[in-house]
């Protein structure tokens, strides 16, 4: 099963990085957005990345300015964007990367399933849901994965390769050869909340939280604790601003109420009072700490 087309719906922050990394391997990548503007805003975002991507490469000596501007160039060229989920109707691989609503996402499978050849491999690039729901609403189960990217998409080098009960062998091979081809090292998972990554990540941070609640360390002392005691880049409160409070909280809503017997999922008091006084992290510009753009300013 070989995969030369692949097409990419929705181009917001892990989309367009998705588009990119495809293009830059050599596959011809379609991607399929809502609106024009937004369509625009996220093929603007890729023109950039490649640009200073290539600008890099000419500053490291690794290519000179000519050949630098030319790879861009046929990156650049492989991207078309659409407004029409027919436009993916000769694409090997759709990769899914709209917003985290189920019924959304199961309401676009069902399109696929209708719209995409036979043989396409349909993948979804959520982060919480589960991917039989979506594979079934396909109609075509066994041409169904998860292939989760990490953000930023161009840095990471991690992508989760995941297999439902009904996935086929050769798709399961395929979108992990993908997964390589596009730089990145893929780990298989089945098909469990959150996948390895977030089943890990989101009860330990959801631990601090709890940790910080019963006052058993400051935040400033817990985010130092696993930074500097296990080498961690940020600490967990650091962390959970960065991924959005809000974020946080959907995804453990979500856990909590179709696992109910799960004592790893369990909502800190904490974070919904926070989020309900807007207070979501970076992005509001206050969450555990106070934040101005990139930075910690109190
Ligand atoms: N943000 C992260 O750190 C991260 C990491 C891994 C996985 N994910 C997952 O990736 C997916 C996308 O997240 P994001 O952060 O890129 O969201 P985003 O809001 O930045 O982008 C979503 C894009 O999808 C478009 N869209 C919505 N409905 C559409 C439809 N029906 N057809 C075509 N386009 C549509 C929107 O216009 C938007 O541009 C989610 O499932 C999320 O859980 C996110």
Redesign the pocket.
């Known amino acids: 099963m070989t995969t030369k087309k692949v097409g990419v ?9 998705i588009v990119q990394i495809a293009a830059q391997a050599g596959f011809e990548v379609t991607v ?4 024009q503007a ?2 625009d ?2 093929i603007a975002r890729i023109e950039k990345s490649v640009q200073k991507l290539a600008q890099k490469a000419v500053e490291k000596g690794k290519k000179d300015a000519d050949s630098a501007k030319k790879d861009a160039q046929a990156t650049l060229a492989r991207v078309h964007g659409s407004l029409e ?1 027919e436009a993916l109707k000769d694409c090997d691989l759709v990769i ?6 189920l019924p ?2 199961k ?2 499978f069902q ?1 696929l399933g209708r719209v995409c050849k036979p043989e396409a491999i349909l993948a ?6 589960p991917i039989t729901e979506m594979a079934e609403a396909s109609g075509r189960p066994e041409r169904v994965v998860g292939l ?6 161009q840095l990471m080098r991690l992508v989760e390769v995941v297999r439902t009960d009904r996935t086929d062998e050769d798709v399961f091979a395929a979108a992990r050869s993908f997964g390589e081809a596009v730089g990145k090292t893929p780990v298989s998972c089945k098909d469990t909340p959150g996948f390895v990554v977030n089943r890990l990540l989101v009860p330990y941070m959801t631990q601090a939280l709890l940790m910080l609640e019963r006052g058993d360390a400051s935040k400033e002392d817990i985010d130092a604790a696993m930074r500097l005691g296990c080498g961690h880049p940020m600490g967990p409160l650091t962390l959970t601003d960065y ?2 409070l809000d ?1 946080t909280l959907y ?1 453990l809503e979500g856990w909590c109420e179709r696992y109910p017997n799960e004592p790893a999922f369990e909502i800190p008091a904490s974070l919904k009072r926070m989020v309900a006084e807007g207070k979501l992290g970076r992005k509001s510009g206050e969450g555990f700490y106070k934040w101005d753009g990139d930075k910690i300013v109190g």
């Open positions: 719906i929705g181009c917001g922050l892990m989309g367009h990085g399929v957005e809502t609106e937004f369509l805003r996220g989920f899914e990367a709209i917003i985290e609503d959304l996402k309401d676009l399109t979804s690039n959520t982060s919480s849901f989760h990217f990490f953000n930023p998409v991924v959005g974020t995804i």
